[in-house]
């Protein structure tokens, strides 16, 4: 698989699967690319050219002790589209990795790209402020950050039968932790604060391609009303798909369900 180096030396391992039309995947926090298995395998077999990367700090890809923030995640991101000449592409941001899709946008353009999608993404703004009372109160945030510290190893133990709303196999769950355990603990902690503090609204008004939203109504990770539909509202020419008591791990969970609705949104 080849390798990507971004503008500040850090390298990105990332996977390029297939011919076609491009498809980008961008994995959630605290995961990496292979997170994305399910999706990764039907695109490719539907006719699509699909990659994957680690994000930094994430993976197989460096570990610098900074650039975990979305400013510098979405240059990563220019770095892969860059390097690979992708055009005419669809970029796809899961979880933390929608705020990749909305930065990229509203600092790069939509010259390369032909559509979006966010799939239980944290898009538009994740903490409760006093403009954003749907959002989640700090001290969550803090008591993730309390439990990465103490103890990373159970703290994502424990975290993972939730993400996927315990309707997944240990298996699933021992290969979402070993993910999990291949990241950098300074990315892991400083992604927190980018996913629960960046403050993604105005990004939502660069959005000039179809966009596609997928969210769980029983999403406890990323609840719905602070992401899902908000985003859906704030996008011009946005498709909102609920998929009724999905958790937040749905590509997973839902994988079939999802497979068919990105397909469907890629050649339409």
């Known amino acids: 698989m080849p390798i990507v180096q ?3 030396k850090t390298e990105l391992y990332v996977k390029d699967w297939g011919e076609g039309r491009p498809v980008v ?10 997170s994305w298995e399910h999706q990764a395998l ?9 990659v994957a990367y680690d994000r930094r700090g994430f993976g197989r890809s460096g570990q610098p002790f900074k650039g975990y923030d979305y400013d510098t995640m979405a240059d990563d991101l220019n770095s892969v589209i860059s390097a690979l000449d992708l055009r005419d592409a669809t970029i796809c941001g899961f979880s933390m990795g929608g705020g990749e899709v909305a930065r990229f946008i ?20 994740m903490k409760r402020t006093g403009d954003n009372k749907e959002g989640v109160d700090e001290s969550v945030f803090e008591q993730m950050k309390d439990g990465v510290r103490k103890d990373r190893a159970g703290f994502m133990r424990d975290f993972f039968p939730g993400f996927y709303g315990n309707d997944v196999s240990q298996g699933t769950l021992d290969w979402t932790w ?50 899902g539909r908000a985003a859906a509202k704030a996008i011009k020419n946005a498709t909102l798909k609920e998929y009724e008591g999905a958790p937040h791990g749905l590509t997973a969970t839902h994988a079939e369900q999802l497979n068919r609705d990105l397909v469907d949104f890629l050649k339409g």
Request: with cysteine; net charge negative.
């Open 6 to 8: 971004t503008t500040d």
């Open 25 to 34: 995947l961008i994995h959630g926090w605290p995961l990496n690319s292979d």
């Open 42 to 50: 039907a695109l490719t077999e539907a006719g699509f050219r699909v």
């Open 106 to 125: 509203s600092r790069h353009g939509t010259a390369k790209l032909r559509q979006a999608a966010l799939i239980s993404s944290i898009a538009p703004f």
């Open 178 to 227: 070993n993910m999990a355990m291949m990241a950098s603990p300074k990315a892991t902690l400083d992604c927190i604060d980018a996913f629960g503090h960046t403050d993604l609204r105005p990004d939502m008004e660069k959005f000039d391609i179809p966009t596609l939203v997928v969210h769980g109504t029983g999403d406890d990770v990323v609840p719905i009303d602070t992401s």
